[in-house]
Nanobody
Framework: QVQLAESGGGGVQPGGSLRLSCSAS????????MGWYRQVPGQPRVLVAN?????ITNYAAAVKGRFTITSDAANTYLQMNDRKPEDTAVYYC?????????????WGQGREVTVSS
């Protein structure tokens, strides 16, 4: 069982910066995607950013230009700059691993992030 341990988060003021970290219990190889999702009460969990092993990244329109995802074989980080109140959510680390013939998802426990004055 792969474990994803998240750290960071907390409260920041609008315009502030915060970094989330996610560390896996094992290093990944082959084909995989590391990413971050967020969820607020009553709404679906949505993609914030992800990064393929190829280096291709994808960002939600709401965070593009403000957030940056980085990763290696066992870690992923989300640098969040110029934070806005609407960024308040629980943030989840995700790794999607191709294990033929299936994609397997691994999830972190979630970290609460608030943005308020």
């Amino acid at each position: 069982q792969v474990q994803l341990a998240e750290s960071g988060g907390g409260g920041v003021q609008p315009g502030g910066s915060l970094r989330l970290s996610c560390s896996a219990s094992t290093s990944f190889d082959g084909i995989y995607i590391m990413g971050w999702y967020r969820q607020v009460p009553g709404q679906p969990r949505v993609l914030v950013a992800n990064k393929h092993i190829s280096g291709i990244t994808n960002y939600a329109a709401a965070v593009k230009g403000r957030f940056t995802i980085t990763s290696d074989a066992a870690n992923t980080y989300l640098q969040m700059n110029d934070r806005k109140p609407e960024d308040t959510a629980v943030y989840y680390c995700n790794v999607r691993k191709w294990t033929a013939p299936l994609w397997i998802d691994y999830w972190g426990q979630g970290r609460e992030v608030t943005v308020s004055s």
